[in-house]
């Protein structure tokens, strides 16, 4: 097997660019060539089913529309409101003798080593009003947390960029603390305990 990072590393000396920028431009390319392949379509294309379409103002067009499950919280979600995601973590990129795992991980996979996950919903007025599960398994990797801590970090760490935390607090009848950082930790505190609430009662 070619050793890519031995010769992207030959390439930048020659080409006189700088590390920083050559690995970057590997970082995309590799990406961008999986946003491609046939493979992640045909994946998708195997993963989703046909439903009839009630929206009024395309359903006589397009009768039927393709639907997605999510791996992590089952619902069912349009092409358009999805990320197809490897199941293992991506292995970083930053220098030559990352290139060859990072390209093996992202492009070279398997069926087994990936799943369908929702995306974050998003509105122009309000932002972000659903975290999707694939930016809560990304938070959690990145933070080595679970999923119901990323999950509530994220709603908490919203709050806080909305200055709606004290808001939150008192709506609650939480002790609304005197730093950022002590009323998000009781935030998540609480947005944990009404999961396992929820949980609970699902047993």
């Known amino acids: 097997m070619i050793d890519l990072g031995k010769e992207f590393l030959r390439m930048a000396e020659e080409f006189e660019i700088s590390d920083k920028e050559v690995l970057s431009s590997v970082r995309t390319m590799i990406r961008s060539m999986w946003s491609e392949s046939v493979f992640k379509l045909e ?3 195997r993963n989703s089913v046909l439903i009839l379409n009630t929206n009024t103002r395309s ?8 639907r ?3 791996a992590i919280c089952g619902e069912m979600f349009g092409s358009t ?3 197809l995601d ?4 991506e292995n970083t990129l930053t220098s030559y003798e990352h290139i060859n795992d990072f390209m093996t991980n992202i492009v070279l996979t398997s069926p087994d080593k990936l799943q369908v996950l929702c995306k974050d919903k998003k509105s122009k007025k309000l932002g972000v009003t659903r975290f999707g599960c694939h930016s809560i398994k990304t938070f959690s990797e990145r933070y080595d947390v679970d999923f119901d ?3 509530s970090e994220k709603e908490a760490l919203q709050l806080i960029k909305q200055k709606k935390e004290k808001e939150y607090c008192i709506e609650n009848n939480l002790v609304v603390e005197s730093t950022k ?8 505190a609480h947005k944990l305990s009404l999961l396992k609430e929820k949980d609970d009662e699902c047993i």
Request: contains cysteine; proline residues 3%; hydrophobic residues 40%.
């Open 43 to 45: 994946f998708l294309k």
């Open 59 to 66: 359903m006589k067009r397009f009768p039927m529309v393709r």
């Open 68 to 70: 997605y499950k999510c």
């Open 81 to 83: 409101e999805v990320e």
């Open 86 to 89: 490897h199941v293992e973590s």
């Open 149 to 151: 801590t990323a999950r």
């Open 181 to 188: 950082s002590a009323r998000r930790a009781t935030i998540v």
